[in-house]
């Protein structure tokens, strides 16, 4: 059954060291098409080091990387991007001073199909792809509900919205996994219930699968179909959320935070 699903992601016996430090150590890690995964466990465990190797940010020291079937080791984070993969940070980062559509613009990567010279001389395919990548934009923000502030600047949007439109940078790349580092930090309970209700219509409409660290634990057992917790970079626990919520391990490693 599981065999003929299609794997998005495929990690080996990934780990990372800053020095003398093991940020992470022997991760596997299997998501399949259409997927949310959760990735917990208590602060400094290694979490956003994995979303940095995934996204080739940082060299892994050991272990594979495969996203959809493609070795990533010697690829950089443009690369790495363009075979499938986009995130969003655990603090948030826009083009605050641009506006909302431009910040959906600019993971378009429009540059590369219609080269440099076509985009210095204005020719007319690029009046013509920039008029669909405009269209592309306004469809995704009005999915995210941002459709009304197009014009406005980034930074001027309430917080919420810069989470979600964060999420809509990220999906106008195209990615066949999406990776999401705290999306509700510092959201209100009802923003995080709309974010939750958000995410699964993102999977839905875009048939992506999608990887995310988060500390709520009401959204993590909510919307995620499989877990995996770490500690101390290590895997702790890895299965169904009602598995991770009965282990004594994972329940000790969050008491004793
Ligand atoms: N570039 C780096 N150089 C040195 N140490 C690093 C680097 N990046 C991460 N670390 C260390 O790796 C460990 C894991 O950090 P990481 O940010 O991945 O934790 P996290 O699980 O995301 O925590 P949090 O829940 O607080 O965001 C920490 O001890 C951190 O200090
Ligand atoms: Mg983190």
Do not use: W
């Given at each position: 059954?599981?065999?003929?699903?299609?794997?998005?992601?495929?990690?080996?016996?990934?780990?990372?060291?800053?020095?003398?430090?093991?940020?992470?150590?022997?991760?596997?890690?299997?998501?399949?098409?259409?997927?949310?995964?959760?990735?917990?466990?208590?602060?400094?465990?290694?979490?956003?080091?994995?979303?940095?190797?995934?996204?080739?940010?940082?060299?892994?020291?050991?272990?594979?990387?495969?996203?959809?079937?493609?070795?990533?080791?010697?690829?950089?984070?443009?690369?790495?991007?363009?075979?499938?993969?986009a995130r969003t940070f655990q603090?948030?980062?826009?083009?605050?001073?641009?506006?909302?559509?431009?910040?959906?613009?600019?993971?378009?990567?429009?540059?590369?199909?219609?080269?440099?010279?076509?985009?210095?001389?204005?020719?007319?395919?690029?009046?013509?792809?920039?008029?669909?990548?405009?269209?592309?934009?306004?469809?995704?923000?009005?999915?995210?509900?941002?459709?009304?502030?197009?014009?406005?600047?980034?930074?001027?949007?309430?917080?919420?919205?810069?989470?979600?439109?964060?999420?809509?940078?990220?999906?106008?790349?195209?990615?066949?996994?999406?990776?999401?580092?705290?999306?509700?930090?510092?959201?209100?309970?009802?923003?995080?219930?709309?974010?939750?209700?958000?995410?699964?219509?993102?999977?839905?409409?875009?048939?992506?699968?999608i990887l995310l660290i988060e500390?709520?634990?009401?959204?993590?057992?909510?919307?995620?179909?499989?877990?995996?917790?770490?500690?101390?970079?290590q895997v702790l626990a890895q299965?169904?959320?009602?598995?991770?919520?009965?282990?004594?391990?994972?329940?000790?490693?969050?008491?004793?935070?």
């Open positions: 059954m599981s065999e003929t699903r299609e794997k998005v992601l495929e990690v080996r016996n990934l780990g990372i060291d800053f020095g003398g430090l093991t940020a992470v150590n022997n991760l596997d890690l299997d998501i399949y098409k259409g997927e949310i995964y959760g990735l917990i466990g208590p602060n400094g465990a290694g979490k956003t080091t994995v979303f940095n190797m995934l996204t080739k940010v940082y060299q892994p020291t050991r272990g594979t990387i495969k996203i959809a079937g493609k070795d990533m080791d010697k690829l950089n984070p443009v690369q790495a991007n363009q075979v499938g993969v603090n948030i980062r826009l083009f605050s001073n641009m506006s909302v559509l431009d910040n959906v613009k600019t993971g378009m990567h429009n540059e590369l199909k219609y080269g440099l010279f076509t985009s210095i001389l204005r020719l007319p395919k690029y009046y013509k792809l920039e008029k669909e990548s405009t269209q592309k934009a306004m469809e995704l923000l009005k999915i995210f509900g941002l459709d009304q502030f197009a014009d406005l600047t980034a930074g001027n949007l309430p917080y919420g919205a810069q989470r979600r439109l964060e999420i809509a940078r990220a999906l106008a790349t195209d990615p066949k996994l999406l990776l999401l580092d705290e999306p509700a930090a510092g959201m209100n309970p009802q923003e995080t219930e709309d974010l939750m209700d958000m995410i699964r219509k993102i999977r839905n409409h875009f048939d992506i699968s500390h709520d634990m009401k959204l993590v057992m909510g919307i995620c179909e499989r877990i995996t917790v770490l500690n101390f970079g299965g169904l959320p009602q598995e991770i919520q009965s282990n004594t391990e994972v329940v000790k490693a969050y008491i004793g935070e």
